[in-house]
């Protein structure tokens, strides 16, 4: 049984009457083929407005979609000879992210994101992609590891936000994150960075900063989850979908601010009704990127990234 | 039916609530606001005598929370202070519900346009940029206008060379400016970054409280961290904590001591021996003296 959200029913029920009366055609051995046309043709214009007019709160709906694909089959797709790395050389290994070297479009490149799991026992060992400083540090040591061998670094977002806990904090949630930004900011290897479903607060930021910020179509990227942002400003995490319409959090807004660099296309109806084509879709963006910014002088590189993040918010 | 009056009196004694005066404890109209001043161990204190003491309790040693200027006043040396950036004023650009009315009254609460106040001067005779943030102005929250003057602040120090020294007090990252409150994080960050490969100093002072979106920016990248006694610092909040984890948080949680136990503050330092802390370790990054 798919996961299917209230706005997208008429779409689905569509859907099935259309696969019935062809069932039902070929049963009886009638032609129905102008009638189940024009029925198609209905089931595609219902799409396209349904889903080219998506509010922010749909659009958290489609990002935290089940199905929707994750760091691991986007790496395991855009990468060969991809070799897993884990631990923080400190703690230990944080499942919430993955990490490790590979090689894409021709370069060896290190690349990281954060997980989460298909079901809900896959989701308890990756903590829904909610990373603990370990899962920051992990990634700090690949950041590094990747500037040692000259290595472009690519980074995938998806977490809710950073892990809130008695061992997040006793082990320095808050200074993880500021390591990290700060790393990302002066590391001297090109980073390209796609938001590939949430990013929620300093959680996705630890990975969220580079020379190219890539959204995919129905991401969201924002300062806290909408749960988060309701639970701080009205103390009840409930009015989330309200939130969302306040934060502005979709991919569409944040290209507006030159936050983001570029979004990157969907299948019609977000990534999980069709799988292939998004990882063509976000595999030519990607590649492209990489390309343009592992030809640029390291110097101009650098500069153009820290002017980028000096002039966001100064409208 | 009659009844003796006596006993219309007594049927009504059963069912009226009985009256009792209310005493609000924590009520502040009993004090004449700004003579008295009341610590949460109770005690009563003298609001001239709590200014004298570096408004630390005399009692418990409780820390109250600074204005942006009294921090100022109590740091840099006299008439050293000038500031940065003083016009620079926060927009609602989300258009989010309520915000602008809610920067209406801080600043007209605080005399403040923005929760930081930046500028130069000296302590005990050093030059240094100062970040000086006001917890009164929404919560010291960051948006955009604080990022910018934190950032610019640190983009000085860089190019006059001397050192920094931010004391921050912020609930974090300002919900109401939505992403870009949290790109501010990275823009504090990466002009730290420059600082930091410059070679120059950074003293970051955490002061109650210092939590998300500072705390995980410019907060912990100090070379010396440095906090006063019982402030809350961390990442997410305590009510949030206790709200996910279903369970009461242990003594002492997130506060300066606590860090200082698990290895992520260099030292907590009572308010009245901060500045003279300050001035040495100001001292010993000079070269030659």
């Known amino acids: ?315 | 039916m009659v009844q003796a009056p006596g006993e219309v009196g007594t049927v009504f004694e059963l069912f009226r609530k009985s009256k009792y005066f209310t005493v609000q404890p924590e009520s502040k109209r009993e004090i004449p606001e700004g003579l008295w001043i009341k610590c949460r161990c109770r005690e009563i204190l003298f609001s001239k005598d709590l200014s004298r003491n570096y408004k630390v309790c005399q009692k418990c040693g409780h820390h109250f929370r600074l204005t942006a200027w009294e921090r100022i006043e109590l740091t840099l040396d006299p008439d050293s202070f000038v500031e940065f950036d003083a016009d620079l004023e926060p927009r609602d650009i989300l258009e989010f519900p309520g915000y602008a009315q809610k920067l209406a009254k801080a600043q007209e609460e605080t005399g403040l346009r923005e929760a930081v106040v930046t500028g130069e001067g000296t302590i005990g005779g050093h030059r240094v940029v100062v970040v000086v943030m006001d917890a009164h102005f929404i919560m010291g929250s960051m948006g955009t206008v604080v990022g910018e003057k934190v950032a610019r602040a640190a983009e000085r120090a860089l190019e006059k060379r001397v050192p920094l020294v931010a004391f921050s007090a912020s609930g974090g990252a300002r919900m109401q400016e939505g992403i870009l409150s949290l790109m501010q994080m990275g823009k504090t960050a990466a002009a730290l970054g420059r600082l930091d490969q410059a070679g120059l100093l950074y003293i970051s002072v955490l002061t109650d409280p210092t939590m998300g979106g500072v705390s995980a920016s410019f907060g912990f990248l100090g070379d010396i961290i440095l906090a006063e006694p019982g402030a809350l610092i961390g990442f997410a909040g305590p009510r949030v904590i206790e709200q996910t984890i279903r369970q009461k948080l242990p003594d002492g949680f997130q506060q300066a001591e606590f860090l200082q136990e698990h290895g992520f503050v260099d030292l907590v330092v009572p308010r009245n021996r901060l500045r003279d802390t300050i001035i040495k370790i100001l001292g010993l990054h000079q070269q030659g003296e």
């Open chain 1, 1 to 315: 049984m798919p996961t299917v959200f209230d706005f997208e029913k008429p779409i689905y029920e569509l859907e099935t009457k259309i696969a019935e009366l062809k069932q039902f055609s070929a049963d009886k051995g009638l032609n129905l083929n102008r009638e189940i046309e024009v029925l198609e043709q209905r089931a595609l214009e219902l799409k396209r407005s349904t889903y080219g007019n998506l509010t922010p709160w749909q659009k958290v709906l489609i990002a935290r979609h089940p199905n929707r694909l994750g760091a691991r089959d986007y790496i395991d797709n855009f990468c060969t000879d991809f070799v897993e790395l884990h631990g923080d050389r400190a703690f230990g290994d944080d499942p919430a992210v993955v990490g490790g070297i590979g090689r894409m479009n021709g370069y060896a490149v290190t690349v990281v994101g954060h997980q989460k799991g298909r079901d809900t026992k896959e989701n308890l060992v990756r903590n829904f992609g909610m990373l603990h400083p370990d899962g920051c540090r992990k990634v700090l040591r690949l950041m590094r590891q990747a500037e040692k061998f000259g290595r472009p670094l690519v980074c995938f977002v998806d977490t809710p936000g950073a892990h809130c806990g008695i061992g997040a904090e006793e082990r320095g949630q808050a200074e993880a994150i500021a390591r990290n930004l700060m790393a990302l900011s002066t590391l001297k290897v090109p980073i390209v960075v796609v938001v590939i479903g949430e990013g929620g607060s300093g959680g996705a930021l630890a990975l969220g900063m580079g020379d190219r910020i890539l959204m995919q179509e129905h991401s969201v990227f924002s300062v806290s989850s909408p749960e988060a942002c309701a639970s701080i400003i009205w103390k009840d995490a409930g009015r989330a979908r309200e939130a969302a319409e306040m934060l502005k959090l979709t991919a569409q807004d944040l290209l507006r601010w030159g936050v983001i660099d570029e979004i990157v296309p969907e299948p019609l109806g977000g990534v999980h009704r069709d799988p292939e084509q998004a990882l063509e879709l976000l595999r030519e963006a990607l590649f492209r990127h990489l390309d343009e910014i592992c030809r640029l002088d390291r110097g101009e590189l650098l500069r153009t990234r820290y002017h980028k993040y000096r002039a966001i918010g100064n409208l």
